[in-house]
């Protein structure tokens, strides 16, 4: 079962960083796409920043300028720098990742966890 490995959320005080990382479980075939989407308890889940394959990224508004998302194809990895964040980028945040297990199949939607970032004086 393909799993998405998330680390590097965390408690920083306002205009301060953090990097979250996501790494696949397993090998598949191809990874069409992934990203970063966020949830605070009673809204809806949000995209933050995705990247496809080919380098193609795209960016919520409150993200742009202040958010960097990067992969690492060898190694089925996404990362996430945030920057300048303020208690509004306060929310579970998580993996996710657009998926061909095997060449047959059907591309498939995975989700990691959830790791929290709380951003707070």
């Known amino acids: 079962q393909v799993q998405l490995v998330e680390s590097g959320g965390g408690l920083v005080q306002p205009g301060g960083s953090l990097r979250l990382s996501c790494t696949v479980s397993?090998?598949?075939?191809?990874?069409?796409?992934m990203g970063w989407y966020r949830q605070v308890p009673g809204n809806q889940r949000e995209m933050v920043a995705r990247?496809?394959?080919?380098?193609?990224?795209n960016y919520a508004d409150s993200a742009k300028g202040r958010f960097t998302i990067s992969s690492d194809n060898a190694k089925a990895s996404v990362f996430l720098q945030m920057n300048d964040l303020t208690p509004l980028d306060t929310a579970l945040y998580y993996c996710?990742?657009?998926?061909?297990?095997?060449?047959?199949?059907?591309?498939?939607?995975?989700w990691g966890q959830g790791t929290q970032v709380t951003v707070s004086s």
């Open positions: 996710h990742a657009n998926i061909l297990e095997r060449p047959n199949g059907a591309a498939r939607a995975f």
């Open positions: 397993r090998d598949v075939f191809r990874i069409n796409a």
């Open positions: 990247i496809t394959n080919f380098g193609t990224t």
